[in-house]
């Protein structure tokens, strides 16, 4: 049974940076591609960024111009990804969600609470 199990959310101030993890099981992650998602309240899911199973790299326009210099890296010998993010501003309030792409189907974490406030 695969599961994906995020960490790394919390309270962080505006200007703040905060480091999230997602923890698979399953021996083929590394043929995985990896997404961030993210869900604001009253608002739809919305993709944050994505890795490929070969490390290519892409962020969401919403994010591009601020989550680029944040950064989407994955350890496949731990079978895990991370999403760096700095200079948080209040609207990256959200519950972060992990998603995994294989090639029969695909695995949602539990979510992980972003909140940015003063």
């Known amino acids: 049974q695969v599961q994906l199990v995020e960490s790394g959310g919390g309270l962080v101030q505006p200007g703040g940076s905060l480091r999230l993890s997602c923890a698979a099981s399953g021996s083929i992650f590394s043929m995985w591609a990896m997404s961030w998602y993210r869900q604001a309240p009253g608002k739809q899911r919305e993709i944050v960024a994505t890795i490929t199973s070969d490390g290519t790299t892409s962020y969401a326009d919403p994010v591009k111009g601020r989550f680029t210099i944040s950064t989407i890296s994955r350890d496949n010998a731990k079978n895990t990804v991370y999403l760096q993010m700095n200079s948080l501003k209040p609207e990256d309030t959200a519950v972060y969600y992990c998603?995994?792409?294989?090639?029969?189907?695909?695995?949602w974490g539990q979510g992980t609470q972003v909140t940015v406030s003063s």
């Open positions: 998603k995994g792409i294989s090639p029969g189907a695909n695995y």
